[in-house]
C-alpha cells in the first residue's frame, strides 16, 4: 500500500532529509587519500548521537554500521572498514536517519582526490540519471516514468543500469511501497499523487549490469570489476511538482 503524507508528515520528513543532507557534506569535506570508511562511519554516528537521531541503517536486518560504503567496483551496501582510501578511488555511501519517526535517505558517490575522466563520466552520467528520474516525478503520472527516464540517461551514455536494486517509498518506514526500478518503459504502473514520498536511486556501472554478492551477505559488487556510481534522494511529490527533501536547506 502506498502511504500519502500530509503536509505536517513531509514537514517532518523534510528536516529528516536535510539532516541526512548534512551528515554526508560533514563526510564530503572528510573525503580525501588516507581516510578510512570506517573513520567515516564513526563521524556519522557520532553526528546522529550530537542530534540525538537514530541512524537508520545500523542493525537493519542485522546490517552492522551506520553508513554503507561502496568503493570502486563495489555497487550498494558494502561495510565501511579500515583500508585507507588512496587518490583515483570513488567512494558511494549511503546514509538515513530516524528523526521524530521519519526516515531521510540519501547517497552520493564521491571522487577521492583526482579521478580518471572515465569514473569522471559515470559520476556525472548517474547524477544526471537520478535528476532526470527526479523530473519525471510529477502528479498524474506515472512510477515508471522516473524508471524510464533515469535508464534512459544511463544507456545513452554508454553505461549500464543495475535491475537487481530498485529505489522504494519511504516515510515512517525505510522501505514502504512503491518500489521504483531503474528502468522500464514509460506510462505504467501506478499513478504519482501529492503527498508520495519516494527514494530514488540509480545505480549505474561502467559494464555489465550484473551483480554479485559477497560473502558478508551484504556488499554488491560488478560482475566485471568495473566501477559503479551511486546516487539518491529523498523526495515528496507535491501539487507544483517534484520537491527534493535531502537538500541542504539555502
Avoid at 537493519?60 to 561502496?70: K, R, V
Wanted: hydrophobic share 40%.
Amino acid at each position: 500500500m502506498i502511504v500519502i503524507k500530509s503536509q505536517a508528515e513531509v514537514k517532518k520528513m523534510r528536516r529528516a532529509g536535510r539532516m541526512v543532507a548534512d551528515v554526508l557534506m560533514l563526510l564530503r569535506d572528510k573525503i580525501k587519500p588516507g581516510i578510512t570508511s570506517l573513520e567515516l562511519d564513526v563521524i556519522a554516528y557520532n553526528q546522529c548521537r550530537k542530534w540525538n537521531v537514530k541512524p537508520a541503517f545500523k542493525g537493519y536486518g542485522g546490517f552492522p554500521f551506520t553508513i554503507c560504503a561502496s568503493p570502486n567496483e563495489q555497487i550498494v551496501h558494502g561495510f565501511p572498514n579500515a583500508t585507507p582510501l588512496v587518490e583515483g578511488d570513488i567512494l558511494s555511501v549511503d546514509f538515513g536517519l530516524i528523526c521524530d519517526g521519519y526516515y531521510g535517505d540519501h547517497a552520493i558517490t564521491f571522487a577521492v582526490g583526482e579521478i580518471d575522466s572515465e569514473s569522471q563520466r559515470l559520476l556525472d552520467v548517474t547524477f544526471r540519471s537520478l535528476h532526470q528520474g527526479i523530473e519525471a516525478a510529477r502528479p498524474d503520472g506515472c512510477l515508471s516514468d522516473i524508471s524510464h527516464a533515469v535508464q534512459s540517461c544511463v544507456e545513452d551514455a554508454g553505461f549500464s543500469v543495475v535491475r537487481e536494486f530498485v529505489g522504494h517509498g519511504i516515510g515512517r518506514q525505510l522501505h514502504e511501497d512503491p518500489q521504483i526500478p531503474n528502468y522500464g518503459s514509460p506510462g505504467g504502473g501506478p499513478r504519482l499523487r501529492p503527498g508520495m514520498t519516494l527514494a530514488i536511486e540509480p545505480m549505474v556501472n561502467i559494464g555489465k549490469p550484473g551483480v554479485s554478492i559477497l560473502d558478508d551477505g551484504w556488499t554488491a559488487v560488478t560482475v566485471d570489476g568495473k566501477r559503479s556510481a551511486h546516487f539518491e534522494h529523498t523526495i515528496a511529490i507535491t501539487e507544483n511538482g517534484p520537491e527534493i527533501l535531502s537538500r541542504i536547506d539555502t
